[in-house]
């Protein structure tokens, strides 16, 4: 079985940072995109940023220059490094992994359990 398990959210003022972590661990034979989603209060989840297995970024505009994403392979680990946070990044980040449990089995995305973000004014 899969699991997911992200650390690092916390409560900080605005313009500071912190960095998430995301760990997988579980029976896996291969991981593709891992990446980072966030579901702010009364809104939609939205992609935050993501990394492919070779190293190709991509990030949602509004965190463009403030966010880093980066990963581990042979720790099987995301990182999100969050710099110059605003008011408007608070919620739940929640960590994404789209990989195969096995060598014939489909990709599957799995999600972690989230943490929270919160970025006071």
């Known amino acids: 079985q899969v699991q997911l398990v992200e650390s690092g959210g916390g409560l900080v003022q605005a313009g500071g940072s912190l960095r998430l972590s995301c760990a997988a661990s579980?029976?896996?034979?291969?991981?593709?995109?891992m990446g980072w989603y966030r579901q702010a209060p009364g809104k939609q989840r939205e992609l935050v940023a993501d990394?492919?297995?070779?190293?190709?970024?991509n990030y949602a505009n509004s965190v463009k220059g403030r966010f880093t994403i980066s990963r581990d392979n042979a720790k099987n680990t995301v990182y999100l490094q969050m710099n110059s946070l605003r008011p408007e990044d608070t919620g739940v980040y929640y960590c994404?992994?789209?990989?195969?449990?096995?060598?014939?089995?489909?990709?599957?995305?799995?999600w972690g359990q989230g943490t929270q973000v919160t970025v006071s004014s």
């Open positions: 994404n992994a789209d990989l195969q449990s096995g060598p014939y089995v489909p990709y599957y995305k799995y």
């Open positions: 579980g029976s896996m034979f291969s991981i593709n995109v």
């Open positions: 990394i492919a297995s070779g190293g190709s970024t």
